[in-house]
């Protein structure tokens, strides 16, 4: 266990790390237009943070034990082939759960 001294010392100074960095963004930027290129380049922000909190899952999955399974990589391909193709999230995740699903209860 954490010390508690350890605990209530290190939760505030995150608090106020995590403020400051946001408001150092937000609070002092928010009112002014932002450079093109920052612009663009934050556009970029979804694509890629999704796949860091997705790869996980499915590369270390914690229901067969952290090893790759065919179904989860299935059903990952499927995702990436059904959103290069189609350019709709909502479909790629809709391909991605129907081939993860129907591989599960094909395999077992």
Do not use: E
């Not at 932002?34 to 999955?61: E, K, N, S």
């Amino acid at each position: 266990m954490v010390d508690k001294g350890q605990l209530w010392t290190v939760m505030p100074l995150l608090a106020v790390g995590t403020y400051l960095i946001r408001f150092s963004f937000l609070g002092m930027l928010g009112n002014r237009p932002l450079p093109a290129w920052l612009t663009r380049a934050l556009r970029y922000t979804a694509v890629a943070v999704l796949p860091g909190l997705v790869a996980p899952g499915v590369l270390w999955p914690a229901a067969t034990g952290g090893h790759p399974d065919p179904a989860r990589l299935a059903a990952a391909g499927m995702t990436l082939l059904v959103g290069v193709i189609t350019r709709s999230v909502l479909g790629a995740i809709l391909g991605g759960a129907v081939t993860l699903y129907a591989c599960l209860a094909l395999m077992g």
